[in-house]
Antibody, heavy 121, light 107 residues
Framework: QLQLQESGPGLVKPSETLSLTCTVSGGSISSATYYWGWIRQPPGKGLEWIGS???????FYNPSLKSRVTISVDTSKNQFSLRLSSVTAADTAVYYCARRLEYLSARFDPWGQGTLVTVSS | DIQMTQSPSSLSASVGDRVTITCRAS??????LNWYQQKPGKAPKLLIY???SLQSGVPSRFRGSGSGTDFTLTISSLQREDFATYHCQQSYSSPGTFGQGTKVEIK
């Protein structure tokens, strides 16, 4: 079945750029049915959608993060990536990647296991 | 942004209990509402989409209902594996926003 796996540094310094990659296995990222998304969860807090991408490269972002976020896709590697610039301690969170299905009610399923990124000097 | 408010924030219940969690949207979202279950240290798992459609593989004791601004997730007979945090999410307008979560604990 479809699986997603996040990878990237677990520690990022303030003002630097957070970079994560999501590798999709068991299915093609080039499906016309799905978008692919990033969601984060600060420790002990709720979930926040960061942004999503289609295999063609079409993106849409949460306006609250848009000025700092870039999501890209590499169909040859079946991966998509997140870059978040100028990070602060407020960006410390577990970052999840997930497949997004638009039909009826846009929803995320399945999710990767998540990766904790800590912003600290 | 549409604000999603869940109540209660936490509850204690026993195995076999009927549990109801409420999610309220700050404006009408029709039935563009999803529910997720999250266990400690794990990723969220989709339970219900479009307010009342059961995701494949999810036990039938989970039921979603509602439309407009008020939605409910009901677990008809709580099982041990259901102790978790539940999140609602609206997909009516971007950015899709989540509720703050409801933690279901063992009494």
């Amino acid at each position: 079945q479809l699986q997603l796996q996040e990878s990237g540094p677990g520690l990022v310094k303030p003002s630097e750029t957070l970079s994560l990659t999501c590798t999709v296995s068991g299915g093609s990222i080039s499906s016309a049915t799905y978008y692919w998304g990033w969601i984060r969860q600060p420790p002990g807090k709720g979930l926040e959608w960061i942004g999503s991408i289609f295999y063609s490269g079409k993106t849409f972002y949460n306006p609250s993060l848009k000025s700092r976020v870039t999501i890209s896709v590499d169909t040859s590697k079946n991966q998509f990536s997140l870059r978040l610039s100028s990070v602060t301690a407020a960006d410390t969170a577990v970052y999840y990647c997930a497949r997004r299905l638009e039909y009826l009610s846009a929803r995320f399923d399945p999710w990767g296991q998540g990766t904790l990124v800590t912003v600290s000097s | 942004d549409i604000q999603m408010t869940q109540s209660p924030s936490s509850l204690s219940a026993s195995v076999g209990d009927r549990v109801t969690i409420t999610c309220r949207a700050s404006q009408s979202i029709s039935t563009y509402l999803n529910w997720y279950q999250q266990k400690p240290g794990k990723a969220p798992k989709l339970l219900i989409y479009a307010a009342s459609s059961l995701q494949s593989g999810v036990p039938s004791r989970f039921r979603g209902s509602g439309s407009g601004t008020d939605f409910t997730l009901t677990i008809s007979s709580l099982q041990r594996e259901d102790f978790a945090t539940y999140h609602c999410q609206q997909s009516y307008s971007s950015p899709g926003t989540f509720g703050q979560g409801t933690k279901v604990e063992i009494k």
